[in-house]
């Protein structure tokens, strides 16, 4: 008797990070965090958004009409993602003199672009402006791609500032700011790692059969599905994390009173 199940392992890992989403959402508003971390549960919700969309709408509406959703949700979360990455760095050096936060933004942001810029091919400026070349939505895809690249960029090289340095100021071990922050860095390591893997093969193979292509797509696929299981355990950690409260501080050693006015 053999038994059939009726899931595939993409339902099955789809189902698992949605519900993940849904339980760390409980953990933020239970544990009172969204007042602490607006930006990261916005980020979180919009993720879970777009996950049920594309579930959802999947064979139900025209292929533009998909990828102007898509496109337009992925441009809208670029921005949610910028923003909970400064709310990070402003929490996680709390503290710090403005000056110094200013320059090493600055070199954040040098390094990051300096990724972006080498990294695979840009068209020529005269075909992005040219009338009629590439379309509203095709540009607005490749600006979207491009800004996922560099937030992921970003967002490693801010996980490994808060690991260094972040002791010194507000993240030390254990707190809400490291964690989430260790979470989000090695997701995006895991999504630049795979996305170089991958720009690697596809530059690199030469399939010489239908056979050897299909083979390349299923290398794609276990890819992309070894990196949607790591984004599944940064779920996991941020719930076990976020569930907990953090080391109490130290209490601040209490002022000393006034000394009293002698009495007559």
């Known amino acids: 008797m053999h038994f059939h199940f009726p899931f595939s392992a993409n339902e099955i ?55 102007e959703i898509f496109i337009g949700l992925a441009c809208l979360g670029a921005i949610v993602t910028a923003m909970m990455l400064q709310e990070l760095a402003r929490k996680a ?32 400026w005269k075909t992005l402006t040219a009338q009629g070349t590439l379309s509203h939505l095709e540009l607005l895809q490749f600006l979207a791609l491009k ?14 500032v808060v690991l260094f340095f972040g002791w010194r100021y507000a993240a030390g071990w254990k ?8 979470g989000l860095a090695t997701t995006s390591l895991s999504q630049v790692t795979m996305q170089a893997t991958w720009e690697w093969i596809a530059r690199s193979a030469k399939p010489q059969s239908m056979a050897e292509y299909q083979h390349f797509i299923n290398l794609r ?7 949607s299981f790591v984004y599944l355990l940064a779920l996991i950690w941020w719930i076990a994390c976020l569930w907990k409260d953090e080391p109490a501080a130290q209490s601040a ?12």
Do not use: C
């Open 221 to 227: 696929q276990h890819i992309f599905s070894a990196n």
């Open 175 to 182: 707190t809400h700011v490291q964690r989430i922050v260790i």
């Open 147 to 160: 800004a996922s690249l560099l937030l992921d960029v970003e967002t490693v090289l801010l996980g490994v």
């Open 13 to 67: 890992l789809w189902t698992l990070t949605f519900a993940a989403h849904l339980v760390l959402l409980v953990v933020l508003m239970g544990r009172d965090r969204i007042r602490r971390f607006p930006w990261f549960t916005a980020n979180i919700v919009l993720i879970a958004f777009r996950l049920l969309s594309a579930k959802m709408l999947y064979g139900h509406l025209a292929q533009i009409a998909m990828a």
């Open 93 to 124: 050096f709390a503290g710090i003199a403005r000056a110094k936060w200013v320059a090493g933004a600055l070199v954040l942001m040098a390094i990051g672009a300096t990724v972006l810029a080498t990294w695979g091919q840009w068209p020529a």
């Open 253 to 264: 050693p209490a002022p000393e009173s006034a000394p009293q006015p002698e009495q007559a």
